[in-house]
Structure formats: C-alpha cells, structure tokens
T-cell receptor, first 116, second 111 residues
Framework: GAVVSQHPSWVICKSGTSVKIECRSLDFQATTMFWYRQFPKQSLMLMAT?????????EQGVEKDKFLINHASLTLSTLTVTSAHPEDSSFYIC????????????FGPGTRLTVL | GQNIDQPTEMTATEGAIVQINCTYQTSGFNGLFWYQQHAGEAPTFLSYNVLDGLEEKGRFSSFLSRSKGYSYLLLKELQMKDSASYLCAVREHGRGNKLSFGAGTTVTVRA
C-alpha cells in the first residue's frame, strides 16, 4: 500500500512555543490531506482538510489561527501548532488520499506532542 | 450529521471468532471503512464496503447493510497480535467525502 510519513514522531516543547509537524506522501500524489487529533482512549477527530494549493478547511471548533496548515505541494502538508499549551498535548495523525485511488486514505504513523 | 456507534470493548480467546458491530446514521452515505489501530500507532486500513453484502479478506470479513445503517467486522482464527482497537468510519458525500470515525472497539485476545 501507499506510504505516508510524518516528522517528527514525537516532540516535547515548552508552553508558548510553536511546533511544526510534516506529513509526506512518499510514493503517490495526494491532492487532499487530512489532519486528525486523538486523545488517549478516544477516536480520531478530524481537525482540518488540506487541499494542495488552497486554504485548508477547518472543522467546527478548531482554531485556524492556532493550527496553521500549509499544503504547498502534492506530497507535503504541514501543521503548525502555534503558542502551544498543555491542553494541546495529543497524538496528531495525518492521512492522505491518493488522487488515483479515492477509496482509501492512508495514515501517517502519527506525532506525539507533549507540551510542558 | 452522523452518529457512529460501536461497542467499547470485547474480549475473546485465541483461535476464536469475534464480530464487531457498527451502526451509523448519515445522509449521503458513500462508503464504510474499518481500520485497525494498535496503541500509540496510526490506523491501518482493513476493509471498505459501499454496496450491501460481505467482503472477505483472509481472516477478516466486513458486512454492510445500507438500509439498516449497519456493518460488522468479523475476525476469525484470532491471534494475539489482533489485540487492538478497531475503528468504524463512514464517508459522506455531503461532507466532502471526509471520514467520520466511531470511538473504536478495543479487542483483547486471551490465550
């Protein structure tokens, strides 16, 4: 199957700093990428949908100024958590949809963010 | 909107069969997915149903009834490595073909 990578796999930062997470589709082109957040023992909650070359679409309740998303190319999307606070500590997962095979979404390995 | 319900936990014995049910309410149904997620890892795709009936893939099968808003994932010949969370997800036309996930069912396989 297709491969999606995320970097970093884990990060610890101080409150008030910003953290950037990269999501790459390694062997396919992804016109659409999705960013999810997952708290312990809960399901994945969609944060935003990222389309290459256009502004991201955010889900209700997700602050667009706090979670900056950039989808600059068909293989890369980034999520920047600005002015991070301890409540932003979570597992952030991206997924990408192959523009040729729309029935599947491929997930990255996730990024564990801990804000102290 | 969509409401996706699945049991929270299930326990079964190695070698046995377990069936995980998922019910959903949605408009513009455009497919149901099952994912497996081990603790601390990202979900991996297991199956996809868009038409009624059974899809079989090795030890895993998934069934869909659109009229009943119901699906199940059947895991046969359970192995210890099958201990994981299983997520039911629904895709809707009206939401830009985005996936909405259920809370997941944690399956524990005992020796």
């Amino acid at each position: 199957g297709a491969v999606v990578s995320q970097h970093p796999s884990w990060v610890i930062c101080k409150s008030g700093t910003s953290v950037k997470i990269e999501c790459r589709s390694l062997d396919f082109q992804a016109t659409t990428m999705f960013w999810y957040r997952q708290f312990p023992k809960q399901s994945l909650m969609l944060m935003a949908t990222s389309n290459e070359g256009s502004k991201a679409t955010y889900e209700q309740g997700v602050e667009k100024d706090k979670f900056l998303i950039n989808h600059a190319s068909l293989t890369l999307s980034t999520l920047t958590v600005t002015s991070a606070h301890p409540e932003d500590s979570s597992f952030y997962i991206c997924s990408a949809r192959d523009q040729e095979v729309e029935n599947e979404q491929f997930f990255g390995p996730g990024t564990r963010l801990t804000v102290l | 909107g969509q409401n996706i319900d699945q049991p929270t936990e299930m326990t079964a014995t190695e070698g046995a069969i377990v069936q995980i049910n998922c019910t959903y309410q949605t408009s513009g149904f455009n497919g149901l997915f099952w994912y497996q997620q081990h603790a601390g890892e990202a979900p991996t795709f297991l199956s996809y149903n868009v038409l009624d009936g059974l899809e079989e893939k090795g030890r895993f099968s998934s069934f869909l009834s659109r009229s009943k808003g119901y699906s199940y994932l059947l895991l046969k010949e359970l192995q210890m490595k099958d201990s994981a969370s299983y997520l039911c997800a629904v895709r809707e036309h009206g939401r830009g073909n985005k996936l909405s996930f259920g809370a997941g069912t944690t399956v524990t396989v005992r020796a």
